[in-house]
């Protein structure tokens, strides 16, 4: 099984402030083929059901601002929020689709206010 | 809109069995993989089993393998998980996510309010 840990478990930030999200996969996660790194991030706010943000890595899901951006390759990634906002305090997850059996995602970053 | 919801949720007792429903709209079922994920309380997402579009494929964490079983049935547009010989450690709220493609195995694009299955005595 491909294992994701993300850093921190937490942060608080500032609003209007820069949040940064870490993501390790202990594989990599990069198809050679096509040079497509297999991860996704979700949103998960207080009492509702995930929604995705970003795929492949970078691609930003439609609708998504565009103060969440994703980088990263091979085993390491990030997400980044450039510009807090309050509507922004939710708990985090990536998610590996390299290896489907099974699919795997971290054990999630809560982000608040501080 | 895509909608998906899920119900058949509750308390069981451990060894007690449950069948979750997942009533997809606004796309063509079908033509797409689903998957159940769950989250126990307090705790982060765990995939659980995984079905094809055409559902001549299926999918489960080692968890679940052997006491779950997903199915679907395009004509009345649900998708299932039956769950038998439960255990406390199955209690989490239980989510239906849509992947993007027919064969799945990849990321998902929707995911349901989700259903909670408290298992106890």
């Known amino acids: 099984d491909i294992v994701m840990t993300q850093s921190p478990d937490s942060l608080a930030v500032s609003l209007g402030e820069r949040a940064?999200?870490?993501?390790?996969?202990?594989?990599?996660?990069?198809?050679?083929?096509?040079?497509?790194?297999?991860?996704?991030?979700?949103q998960q706010k207080p009492g509702q059901p995930p929604k995705l943000l970003i795929y492949w890595a970078s691609t930003r899901e439609s609708g998504v601002p565009?103060?969440?951006?994703?980088?990263?390759?091979?085993?390491?990634?990030?997400?980044?929020?450039?510009?807090l906002q309050a509507e922004d305090v939710a708990v985090y997850y990536c998610q590996q689709y390299y290896n489907t059996l099974p699919l795997t995602f971290g054990g999630g970053t809560k982000v608040e206010i501080k | 809109?895509?909608?998906?919801?899920?119900?058949?949720?509750?308390?069981?007792?451990?060894g007690g069995s449950l069948r979750l429903s997942c009533a997809p709209s606004g796309f063509t079922f079908s033509n797409y993989a689903m998957s159940w994920v769950r989250q126990a309380p307090g705790e982060g997402l765990e995939w659980v089993s995984s079905i094809s579009g055409s559902g001549g494929r299926t999918y489960y964490a080692d968890s679940v393998k052997g006491r779950f079983t997903i199915s679907r049935d395009d004509s009345k547009n649900t998708l299932y998980l039956e769950m038998n010989s439960l255990r406390d450690e199955d209690t989490a709220v239980y989510y239906c996510a849509k992947f993007v493609t027919l064969s799945g195995g990849d990321y998902f694009d929707y995911w349901g309010q989700g259903t909670l299955v408290t298992v106890s005595s």
């Open chain 1, 66 to 83: 565009d103060r969440f951006s994703g980088s990263g390759s091979g085993t390491e990634f990030t997400l980044t929020i450039s510009s």
């Open chain 2, 1 to 14: 809109e895509v909608q998906l919801l899920e119900s058949g949720g509750g308390l069981v007792r451990p």
């Open chain 1, 20 to 42: 940064t999200i870490n993501c390790k996969s202990s594989q990599s996660v990069l198809y050679s083929s096509n040079n497509k790194n297999y991860l996704a991030w979700y």
